[in-house]
């Protein structure tokens, strides 16, 4: 991988990067520097406004903290039970939507049907900024690595605010303290975060708007198009 890694700029290729922090990573690995790569981030169309994240909350009600994406030990998905467990000890009321497939799915829905007054596992689900998303208060994504993760894109364009760990380039997408929190990965970190916001509504409310502003200025699709055009224009200068 390495000999045609050192090549493809050789030959003229446009190497890109979805996130700035794994073209380091590339530099280690393949050799090259970080100025070989032009980064353009993931994006995807806006959704429709009726789908738009406007979710206001009666006082005292839970929050919904939810999972969505593969169900594997390196997105957390575990973390976030743990920290769910320790809330709704604590006298702290938090729902918990688990969505995607893999691995640990099993051990997900068994988990999920342990703590069933509180906690759902809905599996794999197409669209789930349309399908799931709506339906929470916070998108928690304990990552122990990432690229630049299409699920807190996908919040972000509803309005949805995230707490995540600050690994690979989710901090090129989640601001921290306006469209979201990056915390260690621990569940007592992710618990900390979880029942600050529930405390301050206003400042979670403000999350929603934000997310949904920097969503329309760095992710839609029609930028991430606009980016790899200016991409090809600069190769072909």
């Excluded at 169900?71 to 604590?90: C, F, S, T, V, Y």
């Excluded at 809905?122 to 998108?139: A, E, K, T």
């Excluded at 979201?180 to 992710?190: E, F, I, K, N, S």
Aim: hydrophobic share 45%.
């Amino acid at each position: 991988h390495r000999w045609m890694a050192q090549r493809l700029p050789r030959y003229g290729a446009v190497l890109t990067s979805v996130d700035g922090v794994n073209t380091r990573v590339a530099e280690q690995v393949f050799d090259l520097p970080t100025t070989s790569f032009h980064v353009v981030p993931n994006g995807m169309h806006p959704v429709e406004p009726a789908a738009l994240h406007l979710r206001e909350r009666p006082p005292g009600s839970p929050f919904v903290l939810g999972h969505v994406g593969s169900m594997i030990p390196q997105k957390g998905w575990h973390i976030l039970a743990e920290a769910a467990e320790r809330l709704n000890r604590d006298e702290v009321r938090v729902r918990v939507v688990l969505a995607g497939r893999g691995p640990d799915e099993e051990a997900a829905r068994a988990w999920a049907n342990r703590h069933s007054a509180w906690a759902e596992f809905r599996g794999f689900v197409p669209n789930p900024r349309v399908s799931v998303m709506p339906d929470l208060d916070i998108l928690c994504l304990m990552s122990q690595w990432e690229g630049l993760p299409m699920s807190i894109v996908e919040a972000m364009s509803v309005g949805l605010p995230v707490v995540a760990t600050d690994v690979g380039g989710v901090r090129e997408a989640v601001v921290q303290g306006e469209t979201g929190l990056l915390v260690p990965r621990t569940a007592d970190a992710l618990a900390d975060a979880v029942s600050g916001l529930m405390a301050d509504p206003v400042r979670w409310a403000n999350m929603q708007a934000r997310a949904r502003q920097v969503f329309a200025e760095r992710f839609t699709l029609a930028r991430v198009v606009e980016q790899y055009q200016q991409v090809y224009e600069k190769a072909l200068a």
